[in-house]
């Protein structure tokens, strides 16, 4: 009688073990290869999503016969797996479009240091760590978008300005829990020092058009529907609007202009896309023939141009839309820092009541 | 606890250790609400948590009241009249279920804002300039919105098939005993149909509370944002643990009140009994206000979102890699299928435990199970990568005796995602076929006993027959669940796999709703088809 | 002795009180008990006792030789050869009428197992309902449906838990006395629970009255009255005693 009961269980184990076998397979075929030292796969953790990216991961594949196998996920959550793998992680590269979090991949010692003649020559050393632990591949830079009817861009100046009280009950941003505004202020309390951002962080909330809500996208949105009449976006969000599918976005960011502040004082905040080799990575080699394939310029145009972001290669230039925006100053800091004050800026939009 | 029964060995085996290794990866989060607290954790305390938790209680209170208002009203509609379009609303009404929230959230921003068809349409075809503040629905009652539409299924299934079938003479003898329709429904409808309310709100309550996609994207800071913020934002673990673990307290206390409210009275009927409730025919405008009503809710809950889902489809239609989809969507029925079936049978082996064993231990090991509905996505998944880290180093001398030359096995292939997935969904799949066991009581059991055949032929011969609409009704929930799925998904797949939900997902989070649509309605298709088949099959069973 | 019920005691999980103290009985072969009592007297305790869907706290269960219960000794249901009906019958939902009587007699040959579904099909006049399912019975067959499951596989004892509190009053009359042909007719050791006194005077060889998990009673049914008459015993139904008296029945 018993046996209908054993018969279940041992069907569940049977279906757990096939699917374990199935992936079993696939990995001892690469471990195979490690031993010998060729290994032809590189197995990437990205934060990063684009449907081009796969494109480019086929063409490394082609190139190089170095097959780029994918997990694409959340930063946070990516780092805390590689984090709880330890040593026996798969992971060889660590991809993420935020420098805040390359900078914890390093403080929680996940990557490692690489050296590489071609990287240094691709990747300009104010956008790779001081240690080499991670490379910078695209940058972008978080403006301000204003309303052409209603604001004149001479009226713009910096970040600080909007904090005026003529901006009052003009200012759009979205929430404290993106890590784009995390990073921005990130960076102030990097210039200005603690004190001074919060300062810059509480007269924000006080001109807040409406409570933080949506993306940045609808920031722009909403400049257009009336609710405020500048916003802080970043670049490839407007880039994007631009280039929409539906003819009503497209009309709303004809009807915005970008303006880059602090031009005249420290600087537009910019930040990157980047990725590191992770220390216990077994592919190392491949991951960074991968990295260098990223940053060469045959691959940056598109990797850059794919989300209307800057290439970090200096030999490659801009695609037309962001050159008809111009060229202009960036912060002076190291980008690391904007990892190194992230908690401390969470705690000041908390503090100030920045939602 | 003394042994009534002696050969139930089988059983409880299985189900004590199905019942552990559903608890393990919790344990990790139970224990984190020992720890001391940090300065992280104080800083919480004092400028955000009250806020952030006034905001879930909000949240779910509002949305168990409009889903109730809703689901109930119309099982009430469906179960007691007949009106034009009946039979065709009593299925409909379960699609919303079909769509992901977080879809839903995108999709109504993406109509209602600026750029959206309503403002647009209003701007450009009437000359009209409302104001855009009456559109916003990035709020906190336009996230109760988007729950109470797409989670109202929940409260309504389980109520339509209770009334339809438990309450003819109690609803016939008010009915002689002079009683209205609107007395009848809020004096004998309401309370009688308490425990089916109970089981349908609870599970909106635990969706709600662990939902993030919603909350996050409308700009609604609530606990799930506390802990996400620490765990994040501050990188503490520990208070995000600690948060978890209150969390999780909390749904505790809900289960409990829900097991008493429940009471001890066996709520189980003998089937040869029950005589179906005789419908009355409603005509003229009473007859189009239910029809109508019951329209308004499903064009809102399905029909509008979904045709703007087409739309966008259509004018993306072109621009986005299509050659992988039939990949995905095998990927997906994959594992929905493989987890809502391992989730059936461990219920049923779970549920068979909790009812032969006496005694309030016994009783309470099974509700331990339920445990990880509550939990954050995330938070599961760096549950079980632990658990399963910790697994594949205690079998690294047979990998290596094996021949592998890796030492994860288990943590990079399938059975990652499929475990964490039992441990997510356990409940829906338990909940229905707990039920399922409470509505066939004990006395078939007990007869085919005292006829001679055992517990395991019993349960063969006699339960699982008599509990096949909950075998697949909970099947079909967990299977739709899972299709809807997302942190988990993301965190724990192994290489190269990608499913639809991650697709709908990576374009939605990089703000692109309309690339998404293709993905969105592809699993909705998908649910609605099963539960067309659930619904059809259930019709069979009751003619 | 063919059922030896000795010093059995029981209580429920959640319960102060025992529901059952020290209950002793002794039955013969053939004999027809009724339990009588108040609900919540113990009475169906008894029954699900005997068929072991309840364990004793202590005490000894003996049917025809063989231990049941004891210190050592907890047979379960499906191996007591007890037949139960149950009082809303317990049919198979999704069984036909000839699929529930068949369902005990697994063990028999084929040709054994359809012979004997005529044989008890016949016993309870129901030769043409086979094909049917429950439902679409009425209270009265479904009665002798259950009746006949539990008689199929040739028990040793068959227990009925209230045969006829879900019958209407005509119908019980009825019953009551189909009843006692199908139980002397097979020849059946059997126990009836019953809270009403007519019942288990027509029916029973003797009765058992309970009261809060305490025997009140034993003895047949002609004794009883004369117990109403010379004790302070109360009988269940009021003016029992004078309508016996008076014939009235």
């Not at chain 2, 760096?382 to 094996?402: C, E, H, K, N, S």
């Amino acid at each position: 009688m018993k046996k209908y009961l054993f018969l279940v269980i041992a069907l569940t184990a049977l279906i757990l073990a096939a699917c374990g076998g199935q992936a079993k397979e696939e990995k001892t075929e690469s471990e195979t290869a490690t031993e010998t030292n060729e290994s032809k796969e590189v197995n990437l953790y990205t934060a990063r999503h684009y449907d081009v990216d796969d494109e480019l991961y086929a063409k490394f594949e082609e190139e190089t016969g170095i097959k780029v196998n994918v997990i694409k996920g959340e930063a946070d959550e990516l780092l805390e797996r590689i984090k709880r793998e330890g040593d026996a992680t798969e992971a060889d590269l660590f991809l993420t479009a935020d420098a805040g979090r390359l900078y914890r991949a390093k403080a929680d010692d996940l990557l490692q240091p690489v050296s590489s003649d071609l990287l240094d020559e691709q990747v300009p050393a104010n956008f790779q760590d001081t240690d080499q632990m991670w490379y910078g591949l695209t940058k972008r830079a978080r403006v301000i978008l204003y309303d052409k009817e209603t604001v004149q861009p001479d009226e713009l100046s910096t970040y600080e300005a909007l904090t005026e009280e003529k901006w009052n009950g003009r200012v759009l941003i979205r929430s404290s829990e993106n890590v784009y505004n995390q990073s921005l202020l990130a960076s102030f309390i990097e210039i200005d020092g603690e004190e001074q951002a919060k300062e810059w962080a509480a007269g924000m909330v006080n001109n807040f058009a409406r409570d933080p809500e949506g993306g940045d996208r609808d920031q722009a949105k909403a400049i257009a529907a009336g609710i405020g009449d500048v916003a802080i976006m970043n670049t490839y969000y407007f880039g994007q609007m631009l280039n929409s599918e539906d003819p009503e976005e497209v009309k709303v960011a004809e009807g915005l202009g970008i303006f880059f502040p602090n031009q005249d004082t420290t600087g537009t905040h910019v930040n990157v896309s980047g990725a590191g080799v992770v220390k216990a990575s077994k592919n190392k080699d491949n991951a960074i023939k991968l990295l260098e394939f990223l940053s060469a310029p045959e691959a940056q145009e598109t990797f850059a141009s794919a989300n209307y972001e800057y290439p970090v290669n200096e030999n490659v230039e801009p695609s037309e839309l962001l050159q008809s925006w111009g060229e202009f100053k960036e912060q002076d800091i190291p980008l690391s820092t904007l990892g190194e004050h992230n908690a401390k800026s969470i705690l000041i939009f908390n503090e100030v009541g920045w939602k | 606890m003394q042994h009534r029964f002696t050969n139930i060995n089988a059983w409880t085996v299985s189900a004590v250790i199905i019942i552990f290794l559903l608890f393990l990866p919790n344990l990790t989060i139970v224990t984190g609400l020992f720890t001391p607290s940090n300065e992280n954790w104080e800083h919480m305390k004092e400028f955000v948590l009250w806020g952030f938790m006034k905001n879930s209680l909000i949240l779910t209170a509002a949305s168990a009241f409009f889903t109730i208002l809703i689901g109930l009203s119309l099982a009430w509609l469906i179960a007691q009249y007949d009106f034009p379009m009946r039979h065709f609303l009593k299925w409909a009404l379960i699609l919303p279920l079909s769509i992901p929230p977080f879809i839903g959230a995108y999709t109504y921003h993406g109509m209602l804002s600026y750029t959206g068809v309503i403002q647009t349409t209003l701007r450009e075809n009437f000359g009209m300039a409302i104001n855009p503040a009456y559109f916003d629905i990035m709020n906190l009652p336009g996230a109760v919105f988007i729950y109470t539409m797409f989670l109202f299924p929940y409260v309504y299934s389980i109520a339509q098939v209770y009334l339809s079938r438990q309450s003819a003479s109690l609803i016939e003898s008010t009915r002689i005993l002079g009683k209205g329709p609107w007395k009848t429904f809020f004096q004998v409808v309401l309370p009688i149909s308490r425990i089916s309310i109970i089981a349908g709100a609870s599970l909106v309550v635990l969706e709600v509370l662990n939902d993030y996609g919603v909350v996050k994207y409308y700009g609604v800071q609530t606990f799930t944002t506390a802990i996400f913020q620490s765990w994040f934002g501050l990188g503490d673990i520990e208070s995000a643990i600690k948060l978890a673990a209150s969390l999780m307290g909390f749904v505790i206390l809900i289960l409990m009140i829900e097991k008493i409210l429940r009471g001890r009275r066996q709520y189980s009927y003998s089937s040869t009994k029950v005589r179906p409730l005789p419908l009355i025919p409603l005509s003229g405008w009473k007859a189009a206000a239910a029809t109508g009503y019951g329209f308004v809710i499903l064009s809102l809950a399905f029909v509008i979102p979904v045709a703007q889902l087409i739309d966008w489809t259509v004018l993306t239609y072109g621009t986005i890699p299509m050659g992988e989809f039939m990949n995905y969507v095998k990927n997906s029925v994959f594992v929905a299928g493989l987890s809502a079936t391992l989730i059936i049978v461990f219920a049923l082996i779970v549920g068979n435990f909790a009812r032969m064993v006496r005694g309030r231990l016994g009783k309470l090991l099974p509700r331990l199970t339920v445990l990880g509905y509550s939990i954050p996505g995330a938070v599961i998944a760096v549950a079980v990568v632990t658990a399963f880290i910790g697994l594949d180093r205690f079998l690294t001398p047979f990998y290596v005796w094996a021949g592998f030359s890796t030492t994860l096995v288990l943590s990079v292939s399938i059975v990652l995602l499929v475990t964490a997935y039992i441990i997510r969904f356990f409940a829906i799949g338990y909940n229905s076929i707990e039920t399922g066991y409470d509505k066939i009581g004990t006395d078939f059991r007990d007869a085919s006993r005292t006829l001679g055949l055992g517990v395991t032929k019993t349960f063969f011969k006699v339960d699982m027959p008599m509990m096949k609409g909950a075998i697949i009704s909970g099947f079909i929930l967990v299977f739709i669940d899972v299709l809807k799925e997302i942190p988990l998904t993301l965190i724990l797949r192994p290489f190269n796999f990608d499913t639809l939900s991650t697709k709908a997902f990576q374009y939605a989070s990089d703000e692109k709703i309309m690339e998404a649509s293709q993905a969105s309605l592809l699993i909705i298709g998908i649910s609605a088809l099963a539960i067309v088949f659930f619904y059809k099959f259930l019709e069979r069973e009751l003619d | 002795m063919f059922v030896a019920i000795e010093d059995v005691c029981f209580s429920y999980t959640d319960a102060k009180t025992r529901a059952l103290d020290n209950f002793t009985l002794k039955i013969e072969k053939g004999e027809v008990i009724s339990i009588l009592g108040r609900s919540g007297s113990g009475k169906s305790t008894v029954l699900r006792l005997l068929a072991g869907l309840e364990k004793p706290e202590k005490g000894r269960l003996v049917i025809q030789d063989e231990v049941l219960f004891d210190d050592k000794t907890f047979l379960q249901p499906e191996k007591r050869g007890i037949g139960m009906v149950f009082q809303d019958y317990a049919l198979f939902p999704h069984l036909t009428v000839a699929e529930n009587i068949l369902f005990g007699l697994f063990r028999m040959k084929k040709a054994a197992k359809k012979k004997r579904l005529q044989e008890v099909l016949e016993l309870v006049e129901l030769q043409d309902f086979g094909k049917r399912y429950p439902h679409q019975l009425s209270g009265g067959q479904q009665q002798r449906v259950a009746i006949a499951r539990a008689v199929a596989p040739n028990p040793h004892l068959i227990l009925l838990d209230e045969p006829f509190s879900n019958l209407d009053a005509e119908l019980q009359g009825k019953i009551r006395e189909e009843l006692r042909d199908i139980l002397k007719k097979a020849n059946i050791t059997s126990i009836f629970v019953t809270h009403d006194e007519k019942d288990a005077h027509i029916l029973a060889d003797r009765i058992v009255k309970l009261k809060d998990g305490r025997i009140e009673f034993v003895g047949r049914p002609c004794d009883m009255l004369d117990t109403y008459r010379q004790t302070g015993i109360q009988p269940l139904t009021d003016g029992f005693v004078e309508k016996s008296l008076t014939g009235v029945n």
